[in-house]
């Protein structure tokens, strides 16, 4: 069976059959409703277009109001915010689609100004990002973060399996764990956010504590085979820097795979070197790659990976969101529609619900 034959033929992950091996890769789009952090018609609309992706991983999910870092974006931390979600879920699975809700802590990454509480961000250590972020009150400078105390971890650890429990109870068939792209996850993997010198830091063991910790807890929550995680290793996103990338993550997929999760999200970038060979020999479950670099020139090319045995299923990002019947389009490599980044964040359905399928 060639690659190509393959990525469009069903795969059981976790029990859980799926129409190919296309997955859509998590995207802030910044529509929720604002106040309350709701999915609305239109975030259903969005999404059950796309639904016939193997899989479907939703935009970053605050899990607590102090984990959310950007503007209009959704929540699973209140029960009106679980209510909203059942329209995206029911749509999509009308349509025949399984979708995971992805869960994401900004950390670091955010500002006061985003939520009535005026809460500050918390992050492994007080260590302030560069740059700014948009709120109510126009763009502001990033904060020093409050550096978390052992009660702020544990809480946080407590939050990512209420809002699991809460996504099951919305009608998700799973989560995903951000630990990428530079937020709460992955600055406790990194050197320069996490400054910590007790057993949350200070070495690989301790570096990887805090995501082996959240996997374990989201796992007992609402079952291994409903929890997948996410990982973006040398990823500079958001002012990360990390040393000792092939040991820390090693290290962590080791630790990880003793969970028996449902899948691995890797993010490959060219600064890995050939660490992903390493991550495939060491994962021994369902392994999705999103070579986001060349996520938009390469399209049909990057199932090549399927080929290769270096991954079960792929994740397209931005070539997914312009592109609303993508493994339609896969199929026949194009034509694929253009993605409009001015578009990307925030505003209506200009961008967001109204990018053409094939006839």
């Not at 870092?69 to 929540?75: E, M, R, V």
């Not at 939520?115 to 400078?141: C, F, I, K, R």
């Not at 996520?295 to 969101?321: C, E, H, T």
């Not at 312009?322 to 209506?348: C, K, M, Q, S």
């Amino acid at each position: 069976m060639s690659s190509s034959e393959k990525a469009f033929s069903p795969v059981t992950v976790a029990g859980v059959t799926l129409k190919n091996r296309i997955v859509m890769s998590p995207m802030t789009r910044s529509r929720a409703q604002d106040p309350g952090a709701l999915a609305t018609e239109l975030m259903a609309l969005y999404y059950s277009q796309r639904a016939s992706a193997g899989l479907i991983i939703t935009e970053g999910i605050q899990p607590s109001i102090v984990g959310q870092g950007y503007p209009w974006t959704p929540g699973l931390h209140s029960s009106a915010q679980v209510d909203s979600w059942r329209q995206v879920t029911d749509a999509v699975h009308e349509k025949g689609g399984v979708i995971f809700a992805q869960l994401m802590h900004c950390g670091r990454i955010g500002h006061p100004d985003l939520h009535e509480g005026g809460l500050m961000p918390l992050a492994p250590s007080a260590v302030a990002a560069e740059g700014q972020v948009y709120t109510s009150n126009g763009m502001q400078t990033l904060p020093v973060p409050v550096a978390m105390t052992e009660a702020d971890i544990h809480q946080t650890i407590s939050d990512f399996a209420t809002a699991a429990t809460n996504a099951i109870a919305a009608g998700f068939d799973g989560v995903e764990i951000h630990g990428a792209n530079g937020y709460v996850v992955h600055q406790f993997l990194s050197d320069n956010v996490n400054l910590r010198t007790d057993e949350w830091g200070g070495s690989v063991a301790g570096h990887i504590k805090f995501p082996v910790a959240v996997a374990t807890a989201v796992a007992a929550a609402i079952g291994a085979d409903k929890t997948g995680i996410r990982i973006s290793p040398a990823n500079p996103f958001n002012g990360i820097s990390e040393s000792n990338v092939a040991e820390t993550y090693s290290a962590l997929v080791r630790e990880l795979a003793t969970l028996n999760l449902a899948y691995l999200h890797f993010s490959k970038n060219p600064m890995q070197g050939d660490l992903i060979t390493e991550i495939r020999a060491l994962w021994p479950n369902t392994l999705i790659v999103n070579d986001y670099v060349a996520d938009r020139p390469k399209g049909k090319a990057d199932l090549g990976f399927i080929d290769s045995g270096l991954a079960d299923l792929v994740s397209f990002g931005q070539l997914f969101l312009a592109n609303p019947d993508l493994p339609a389009r896969l199929e026949t490599d194009g034509p694929y529609n253009t993605p409009d980044p001015a578009t990307f964040y925030g505003g209506t359905e200009v961008g967001y619900t109204d990018y053409p399928a094939l006839s």
